[in-house]
């Protein structure tokens, strides 16, 4: 059975493409364990945890649904807006037990912008706070997607999607990514001109202009550029230097994705604030939350002191039972252990992908890593019109075609992307790589990307 878009308007996507007698839209109806079924019944490994959310994988829906159910049969809703319920209150105790020291407070947001969203603004009421009210900038990376709600969208550093919607709500200072392969640097020296830019951009901004730094601990856009040695600690210092906050979007690298609850905790530095969504619950249910450091809760505390920001649905009772029940999930089934256990072997059979001569870069760290593409041997960059090509005409088709779900993507140079469900075994990781390089081999033949050897058989 072919089930057609009709009236759902699909996004970040090319709607027209999907009309009638052009291509087919991949509807996927069922999962079970890292696997995913579309309404043909074909199978597909999920190696994008479905956006980077799905940490379980598939098979824990009746538990997921016993948990909804006794929250829903007691108390379908209440909100946290000067009331509570006992299921927030208890993962908020439960956030704060998981996080780094000294954080204590817990703001629940429904997802991802939001939750970057509730960040600035508790980084500028902590300023506002404290007499600082001229502290209305950020500092954000090139690249780095943080949300496309009007504020999260200042905050991201994709050129092409803001344009189209005027000024920035928030003002906002893009620098440099940690992208060592595209930069003559690397190690401790790519670290120490990352954190001289990043100064320099304070001091010419003015230093007591700018309310918080966000970044995430590995960026996702421009395919899982991994932090140089000691750049958190770094960041960390220049924002103590200038009385700035310091923001771990955690969106992505949250909830397990590199082995740990927090991914910064892997990288020597605690941030001020900690952002997180998609993997908190798994994705059963939609939610987010803003992890908050005591020292800069504390002035929400004060007497009279409002703290103004909201969201209806933000900590929703089926949502936080489903988070709570994800938690105890993690630690019953070793979740993050068969990150930590599988890491390097997914490394290494990624690697090898190397040998392909159109695989200029492997990247990452966990379970998130990305391949970057190039078009010869010196990792030349492919140019609009042959990324066209390759990353919309070629490879989408060709994952299917392979059963696989990774993401391709040029948000910055191309790379092909994988994530997979942190319950994944060996087997799986085995069944994700061969299906890349077989994806990968085409996709160098379709491109003219060949080896001299390969060339010549
Ligand atoms: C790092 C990061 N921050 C924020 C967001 C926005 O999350 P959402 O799509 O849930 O609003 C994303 C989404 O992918 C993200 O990757």
């Known amino acids: 059975m072919q089930v ?11 709607n027209g493409a999907y009309q009638p007698g052009a291509a087919e839209l991949l509807v996927l109806e069922r999962g079970e364990g890292p696997y995913v079924f579309d309404t043909a019944g074909r199978r597909y490994v999920d190696a994008l945890s479905s956006l980077f959310c799905a940490q379980i994988g598939y098979s824990y829906g009746t538990e997921m649904a016993r948990a909804a ?53 508790i980084a500028r009421q902590y300023h506002l706070a404290n007499g600082d ?18 504020g999260a969208l200042s905050l991201t550093g994709v050129e092409r999607f803001k344009e189209p919607f005027g000024p920035p709500a928030i003002e906002t200072r893009h620098v440099s ?65 200038y009385g700035i906050l310091l923001v771990a979007d955690e ?33 059963y249910a939609p939610m987010g939350a803003v992890l908050v450091a005591d020292r800069v809760a504390e002035p929400l505390y004060e007497d009279k002191r409002t703290l103004l920001h909201g969201i209806t649905f933000a900590g929703h009772p089926l949502s936080a039972a489903i988070a709570l029940k994800n938690i105890e999930i993690f630690a019953r089934d070793g979740v993050l252990e068969n990150v930590r256990a599988q890491e390097s072997g997914l490394a290494e059979r990624l690697e090898s992908l190397r040998e392909l001569p159109i695989v200029g870069d492997v990247r990452g760290a966990g379970f998130f890593w990305a391949v970057e593409l190039v078009k010869d041997e010196k990792g030349g960059r492919f ?45 799986v990781l085995d069944e994700i790589v061969d299906a890349m390089r077989a994806v990968l081999e085409d996709a160098g033949r379709f491109m003219g990307v060949e080896s001299a050897v390969a060339a010549s058989r």
């Open 4 to 14: 057609a878009q009709g009236s759902t308007l699909l996004h970040f996507s090319r």
């Open 251 to 283: 969106v992505i690298t949250g909830c397990g994705r590199l082995g740990q609850w927090f991914g910064v905790t892997r990288f020597g530095a605690t941030p001020d604030l900690i952002t997180i969504a998609k993997g908190l619950t798994s994705a």
């Open 133 to 150: 009210q001229r502290r209305r900038k950020a500092i954000a990376r090139d690249i780095a997607y943080h949300g496309v709600t009007l």
């Open 177 to 241: 990514n940690t992208n060592a392969f595209r930069s003559e640097l690397s190690g401790v020296g790519l670290t120490r001109a990352l954190l001289e830019e990043l100064e320099q951009a304070v001091l010419e901004e003015g230093p007591e202009t700018i309310a918080m730094i966000i970044a995430e601990p590995v960026q996702n856009a421009g395919g899982c550029l991994e932090p140089p040695p000691g750049y958190w600690a770094g960041l960390r210092e220049v924002a103590d230097r």
């Open 383 to 427: 140019d609009a019109d042959e990324r066209e090509r390759l990353l919309r005409e070629f490879m989408p088709a060709r994952l299917l075609e392979a059963r696989l779900i990774a993401r391709v993507d040029d948000r910055g140079d191309a790379v092909l992307q994988i994530a997979p469900p942190l319950i994944s075994t060996d087997a």
């Open 69 to 121: 159910r006794e929250q829903l049969e007691r108390l379908a809703f209440n909100n946290l807006w000067g009331t509570a319920h006992p299921r927030a209150l208890e993962l908020g105790e439960n956030l704060a037990d998981l996080a780094p020291e000294g954080f204590g407070k817990v703001f629940f947001t429904s997802g991802g912008s939001e939750s970057v969203e509730a960040a600035w603004k």
